[in-house]
């Protein structure tokens, strides 16, 4: 079965920096593109960035560029966000999905929450 | 980069049809036929239940069906039920190649 697991999420204060990760399992995570969706509390979902297959390709939504980092380490099946100059406003459940032109499946998310 | 734009709310009752919409630009909807529905209960994942405007993922039922004209998308719910009270979002492909969600459509059967 297909699954992916976040984690790295908690509390941060403005300003500072953390690492998410996300384990892949039950498909061969370096033939696919991967994402990061993000959904602040109440709200709804926004595309974060994507990496494609071999870390070549990257995108980014502007509100995160030049602060986020998108990576990911195939022989250890990981995806991972790192984030820095963190902002109220980056607070959010941050999810994983799979694709390229879809986002199928999603892992269970992990909360970041920016606030002093 | 604006999101896609989609009614708050729609409503209906019980056995009825209703329609969500999901308009973009030629940039996005209107470029590509890369358009993906996801439903999403209180609480729980996302789910993919639409792909490539009208295409429907093995299990997921033929009461949900997409289409697209022009710039705008639309997610059709047939037999409203009870079970497919949750937000729905719609998403596109981005000629920048990024990726947009839209703001989300409450559905409530009444």
């Known amino acids: 079965e297909v699954h992916l697991v976040e984690s790295g999420g908690g509390l941060v204060q403005p300003g500072g920096s953390l690492r998410l990760s996300c384990a892949a399992s039950g498909f061969t995570f370096s033939t696919y593109w991967v994402n990061w969706v993000r959904q602040a509390p109440g709200k709804g979902l926004e595309w974060v960035a994507n990496i494609n297959q071999d870390g070549s390709e990257k995108s980014y939504v502007d509100s995160v560029k030049g602060r986020f980092t998108i990576s990911r380490d195939n022989p250890k099946n990981s995806l991972y966000l790192q984030m820095n100059s963190l902002r109220a406003e980056d607070t959010a459940v941050y999810y994983c999905?799979?694709?390229?032109?879809?986002?199928?499946?999603w892992g269970q998310g992990t909360l970041v929450t920016v606030s002093s | 980069q604006s999101a896609l734009t989609q009614p708050a709310s729609v409503s209906g009752s019980p056995g009825q049809s209703i329609t969500v919409s999901c308009t973009g630009t030629?940039?996005?909807?209107?470029?590509?036929?890369?358009v993906s529905w996801y439903q999403q209960h209180p609480g729980k994942v996302p789910k993919l239940i639409i792909y490539d405007v009208n295409d429907r993922p093995s299990g997921v039922s033929n009461r949900f069906s997409g289409s697209k004209s022009g710039n705008t998308a639309s997610l059709t719910i047939s037999g409203l039920q009870a079970e497919d009270e949750a937000d729905y979002y719609c998403s596109s492909y981005r000629s920048s190649g990024t990726r947009v969600f839209g703001g989300g459509t409450k559905v409530t059967v009444l």
């Open positions: 999905a799979r694709g390229w032109k879809i986002f199928d499946p």
């Open positions: 030629s940039s996005d909807i209107g470029g590509y036929n890369y």
